[in-house]
């Protein structure tokens, strides 16, 4: 009895503390695959995005060329039209783990917040996040819709 409720709390707590893996779609990722993504807070499609706040993006790929520099362009999409969206900082190499050159065949991590402003208007958006090489090739293209509430 104990453990059955032991259990169903470890459940009820782990459901809370950690999203699922976020679903994508992928728009085109040349340079690589990628693995998996986790928006968090996203415990369902589309992602809700509390206006004010930050959400957290975890990107997991596998490269398949070998680079010394890796940019982040981040878009949202908004009635089909693509607004760049600011970052504080473009360069993925500075949230890369392991830690740049990217290697052919070796997974790499990649970590960014995503400051949802409260001035930003409660709207339906799909962020678009790439990671692109130097000649602009995508290592990873992906598409997530979201919700800003
Ligand atoms: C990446 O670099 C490694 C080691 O320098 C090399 O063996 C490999 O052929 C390179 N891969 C590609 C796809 O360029």
Known sequence: MLRSVAILLA?????????PVTKFVDCGSK??????????PCPKIPCELPRGSNAQIK????????????KAVVHG???????????PDTN????????CPLKAGT????????????SYPAVGVVVKWELADAKEVDFV?????????
Request: negative net charge; hydrophobic residues 45%.
């Open 11 to 19: 459940l009820l707590i782990g459901g809370v503390v950690c999203d």
């Open 31 to 40: 340079a690589g695959k990628i693995d998996s993504l986790d928006v968090t």
């Open 59 to 70: 990107i997991t790929f596998t490269p398949s060329e070998n680079s010394t520099s890796v």
């Open 77 to 87: 999409i908004v009635a089909k039209i693509p607004v760049p969206f600011p970052l």
């Open 92 to 99: 993925a190499c500075d949230s890369m783990a392991p830690a």
């Open 107 to 118: 997974q790499a991590v990649y970590t960014s917040t995503l400051q949802v402003k409260s």
């Open 141 to 149: 293209c992906l598409e997530v819709p979201a919700r800003l509430v």
